[in-house]
């Protein structure tokens, strides 16, 4: 993996906001060698609209409490899929619908998982060994 700890540290933030909001199937992708525009794509789940809603405000804030600020924030008109553009990496936050009809593991299956050593409960809808699902 290419990643700096500075970038990995609030991806795990992030990972660990988003699964203290119920987010599930959260997964991270080192995308350093594939694109120049960002380092890291953090995906995590909702099964509602309310409930993205929820996960990207919960990431938010505990990024901003910990001294990162997204320079962009698109699609939260809709709650469908929210994208928080953090430049070093990009959290996307999909309706398990859009999560499944775009699939962006299986775009990005050749780079590298991240482990986000999350701190879950076993039966913790956030637990998840395969990321395709």
């Known amino acids: 993996m290419t990643v700096a700890d500075d ?3 609030p991806v795990r933030i992030a990972a660990q ?7 599930h199937k959260i997964v991270a992708f080192d995308v350093s060698e594939q694109l120049a525009i960002t380092d890291v794509f953090l995906i995590a789940s909702a099964g509602n609209e309310r409930q993205v809603g929820a996960i990207v405000d919960g990431v938010e804030e505990k990024l901003i409490a910990a ?8 699609g939260d008109r809709e709650n469908r899929w929210v994208l928080l553009d953090y430049i ?7 309706h398990t619908e859009e999560r499944s009809l775009y699939n962006l ?3 990005w299956k050749d780079c590298p ?21």
């Open 88 to 94: 070093d990496f990009v959290v996307h936050v999909q």
């Open 113 to 133: 998982q991240i482990p986000l050593d999350l701190d879950l409960a076993p039966d913790d809808p956030a637990r998840s060994d395969d990321p395709a699902l």
């Open 7 to 9: 970038v990995l540290a």
């Open 105 to 107: 593991e299986r775009l």
């Open 67 to 74: 001294g990162r600020k997204p320079v962009r924030r698109e």
């Open 17 to 23: 906001a988003a699964a203290d909001k119920q987010g």
